[in-house]
């Protein structure tokens, strides 16, 4: 089985259209149609999951996505955890509890907004275990294992998590990368990062500060992600150098 990175979803935490059926300046293509924001990890027999958007259960169809050892989390907000029970099939299939892993931060959060996922609620099995992660830690399956860097990174009001695996960082949602953090994305194969708007916004890089950080790190390849309704993917492809892209639903690499 191959090592592989997948974009399930790329849109701001409406995504697009929204339920209203607004659009705002996108054009009507497939790769302007985006689910919330959530990526999967497949080494060898390893599936991990990162987010469970609201649109998981679609995502995962879409996507052939058939088994799951381990979710990590971002941070707590309803765009990166509210399809958290749709989880529960593979509880049932892998005929354990799983294991997902998060800043102390997120994890309380979870355990408070959805405490049925882990203790016993109204006769339903816990069907998840909570593990607080280090600086460094690791998710294993038989013979493989992925190797996992996270740290802080600011969102607006709140501090989420950043992620670096396999030469892989994820900044899905940030506004700004503390200075003594920024060691943790040097010598980068892909780095997939917010981009959520023209405008400045306070709890997410516009693209000019999306730039920046990848003109500061200079990954081998980047990709824009959390995009509105103002950014069209085929208005920012034009304009960007071979080695950035707006990301799409479904875009995957392989590493």
């Known amino acids: ?25 996108l054009k009507k ?42 979710i990590i989390y971002t941070h707590e907000h309803a765009d990166q955890t509210a399809g958290i029970f749709e989880m529960r099939p593979f ?41 607080i992660i280090n600086k460094n830690f690791s998710i294993r399956k038989g013979l493989n294992k992925l190797s996992i860097k996270s740290f802080e990174v600011n969102h607006g009001l709140i501090n989420a998590t950043g992620y670096v695996m396999e030469k892989i960082g994820y900044l899905s949602d940030c506004n700004n990368v503390p200075k003594k953090n920024l060691i943790y994305l040097k010598n980068l194969d892909y780095l997939i990062v917010d981009c959520l708007k023209i405008d400045k916004h306070p709890s997410h ?37 071979s080695n950035i892209i707006p990301a799409y639903d479904g875009l995957s690499f392989s590493f």
């Open 91 to 131: 509880y049932w299939k892998n005929k354990s509890k799983i294991p997902i892993y998060g800043s102390s931060r997120t994890i309380r959060a979870l355990k408070k907004s959805y405490k049925f996922c882990f203790v016993n609620k109204h006769g339903y099995k816990p069907i998840m275990k909570a593990n």
């Open 205 to 241: 890089f516009n693209f000019e500060s999306a730039m920046d950080l990848i003109n500061l790190i200079r990954p081998k390849k980047a990709i824009l992600t959390n995009l509105h309704t103002d950014l069209d993917y085929f208005e920012l492809k034009n304009k960007l150098p």
């Open 29 to 70: 293509n497939s790769k302007n149609q985006r689910t919330r924001c959530c990526a999967h990890i497949q080494k060898g027999n390893l599936s991990v999951l990162i987010d469970t958007s609201p649109d998981i259960k679609h995502q995962f169809l879409k996507n052939k996505i058939k088994t799951l050892d381990s």
């Open 1 to 25: 089985m191959k090592n592989k990175f997948t974009i399930l979803g790329c849109g701001s935490s409406l995504g697009s259209p929204w339920i209203t059926s607004y659009t705002g300046k």
